[in-house]
């Protein structure tokens, strides 16, 4: 139902997009979160774009390099990804929620994920 694309290797201070395609369900109707899971680590919050109140507060370490927007289409949601840091090094998931916020237990719909690397 959710489709991830555009991970790669990039090199520190680069820029990914990120997308989060759905078929079979409207996202328009769902708040989306980001989360990403490092090696070794436990998943965690990245950025949660609410479905009315529009961008809630990122992950700090994130805040102001990582901004997620709807596209112009109505399934695809992004996550444009600026000035990337090797410790942003993970595997990044989208999930659509039924709610206005994005908690991992209220995700109706989780991608598969994308690979990102950021290293010299």
């Known amino acids: 139902q959710l489709v991830e694309s555009g991970g790669d290797l990039v090199q520190p201070g680069g820029s990914l997009r990120l997308s989060c395609a759905a078929s079979?369900?409207?996202?328009?109707?769902?708040?989306i979160g980001w989360f990403r899971q490092a090696p070794g680590k436990e998943r965690e919050a990245v950025s949660c774009?609410?479905?009315?109140?529009?961008?809630?507060r990122d992950l700090n370490s994130v805040e102001d390099r990582f901004t997620s927007a709807r596209g112009n289409a109505k399934n695809t949601v992004y996550l444009q990804m600026n000035s990337l840091k090797p410790e942003d090094t993970a595997v990044y998931y989208c999930?659509?929620?039924?709610?206005?916020?994005?908690?991992?237990?209220?995700?109706?719909?989780w991608g598969q994920g994308t690979q990102v690397t950021v290293s010299s």
């Open positions: 999930a659509a929620h039924n709610a206005e916020e994005c908690e991992e237990s209220s995700a109706s719909y």
């Open positions: 079979g369900i409207s996202l328009d109707r769902y708040s």
């Open positions: 774009l609410r479905r009315f109140a529009g961008r809630a």
